[in-house]
């Protein structure tokens, strides 16, 4: 039986990423990779020892920064069919999209949970069990209910950084969702 996987931020060829620090530490936000080679063999090595080739995946944007022609080639070594919810870094062409994505979309509905990159505007989440989304690296989204600031469960953010680059299997966030 075949799954569904959800993964953001894969920045495949961004050789900055292993320059990037977390604001509130200083910590380097992708620890303990030599060079932008191995991080990228890193996600591949993780994505195809858990997606089989059957599977369906919603990569949640900001998928690379190589030349199409080495973006390309490791798109073709990812297993499943995927489909893109375009990041803020996604700028190659539809066509070229295309040719290694059975859809292109700005958000996508799953079970009533709304698919972006960017996390949608608090008061609009609401029309959704939850946001399951990227951008936010090792952020996360607050929310101050009664004077208390916590972490907003209406968010679910899949970014590399936030599941140890393993893309994240639907049914496990299905099955523990609760608001």
Sequence with gaps: MSKTFLIGDTHFGHGNMLKFTVASTG???RPGFKDIEEHDEFIIEMWNNTVKPKDKVYHLGDLGF???SKLSKVLERL???KVLIKGNHD????SQYAQHFKDVRACHTLDNF???????HPESVKRWKANIHGHLHAQKVWVNVESIIMVDPRYINVSCEQINYIPKDFEEIRSTWTI
Excluded at 91 to 94: E, T, Y
Excluded at 114 to 120: A, F, R, S
């Design 27 to 29: 910590e380097l936000l």
């Design 66 to 68: 190589k030349s199409w």
């Design 79 to 81: 297993n499943g069919t």
């Design 91 to 94: 700028n190659f062409k539809l």
């Design 114 to 120: 709304i698919l972006t990159h960017i996390p949608v």
